[in-house]
């Protein structure tokens, strides 16, 4: 990987908390050594405070963090048109989880 922005944009949609940090923990493991520090892959959910999920999104929306895992919270009323991917990691047990 020759920069971070090689990391395409988007969001990874999980079902649960606990899950969602394995997730962020697999795909920080697969950003280049010389890249971890800088934070490309980020967890964002209800749970985290509103001061600290509304810093991460505004450096989501510069392009300062490449990947969200995330719970719904993150899609809620959020319009972002440089998302490149968005991936549901497990199938939702209804189509409107």
């Not at 949609?13 to 962020?24: A, F, L, P």
């Not at 697969?30 to 509304?54: C, E, I, Q, T, W």
């Amino acid at each position: 990987m020759a920069s971070p922005l090689n990391i395409k944009k988007g969001f990874v949609y999980i079902d649960d908390v606990k899950g969602g940090s394995e997730i962020n923990d697999y795909l920080n493991a697969r950003v280049d050594p010389k890249f971890r520090h800088y934070g490309l892959v980020r967890p964002y959910n209800a749970a985290m405070s509103k001061r600290y999920r509304k810093q991460l999104m505004k450096l989501f929306r510069e392009g300062q963090v490449r990947l969200l895992v995330c719970t719904d919270a993150a899609g809620m009323g959020c319009d972002i048109p440089d998302v490149d991917i968005v991936v549901q990691w497990k199938v939702p047990v209804t189509m409107f989880k």
